[in-house]
T-cell receptor
């Protein structure tokens, strides 16, 4: 699976959009970009994933660049409960393992 | 919404004892996984299980570890003789809804294993 690079930490004001970047310059054509988050020591929570097109669900939006070498997770109106470590993971999916990096610690503040 | 469940939430054991961690994956999923996270470290893959056999395992998953799907609902991780360094959060996950091309892995809340 391709390796990803994320900033170690970010801050965001409550109510503002949180934009979390991820670089995956070695991504292959059949690899998806997945985003998970982990609040404290809870189990990783799935947020969103995409292959080429931008995606949106009730939690977030995922913007993937045209060359697919980077992506941005957008939490449109961050709340204190969005404080977590966010992981960007590239994988072919199916039954393959997920390889977690160190992620981005997002801190949402008043 | 269906979810992965794990029991117990916290297990304390003495070094050298056997422990079994239990998981109930999402009911129609085909792949099952165990991951672990030592305090302050990354989430690490241990093993994946498909069609009643191990499909992939990491270097961590040595002879002290085993997995089993004893019935149609449970998925277990056994550690035969626990070591201090086995203390960690253990997460179960499941994925792949047959016929729907849905590959997302969903994780349980974890079991905190403390080896004394």
């Amino acid at each position: 699976d391709a390796k990803t690079t994320q900033p170690p930490s970010m801050d965001c004001a409550e109510g503002r959009a949180a934009n979390l970047p991820c670089n995956h310059s070695t991504i292959s054509g059949n690899e998806y970009v997945y985003w998970y988050r982990q609040i404290h020591s809870q189990g990783p929570q799935y947020i969103i994933h995409g292959l080429k097109n931008n995606e949106t669900n009730e939690m977030a939006s995922l913007i993937i660049t045209e060359d697919r070498k980077s992506s941005t997770l957008i939490l449109p109106h961050a709340t204190l409960r969005d404080t977590a470590v966010y992981y960007c993971i590239v994988t072919t999916g199916g039954g393959n393992k997920l390889t977690f990096g160190t992620g981005t610690q997002l801190k949402v503040e008043l | 919404e269906p979810e992965v469940t794990q029991t117990p939430s916290h297990q304390v054991t003495q070094m050298g004892q056997e422990v079994i961690l239990r998981c109930v994956p999402i009911s129609n999923h085909l792949y099952f996984y165990w991951y672990r996270q030592i305090l302050g470290q990354k989430v690490e893959f241990l093993v994946s299980f498909y069609n009643n056999e191990i499909s992939e395992k990491s270097e961590i998953f040595d002879d002290q570890f085993s997995v089993e799907r004893p019935d149609g609902s449970n998925f277990t991780l056994k550690i035969r003789s626990t070591k201090l360094e086995d203390s960690a959060m253990y997460f179960c996950a499941s994925s792949v809804t047959p016929g729907l091309a849905r590959y997302t892995q969903y994780f349980g809340p974890g079991t905190r294993l403390t080896v004394l």
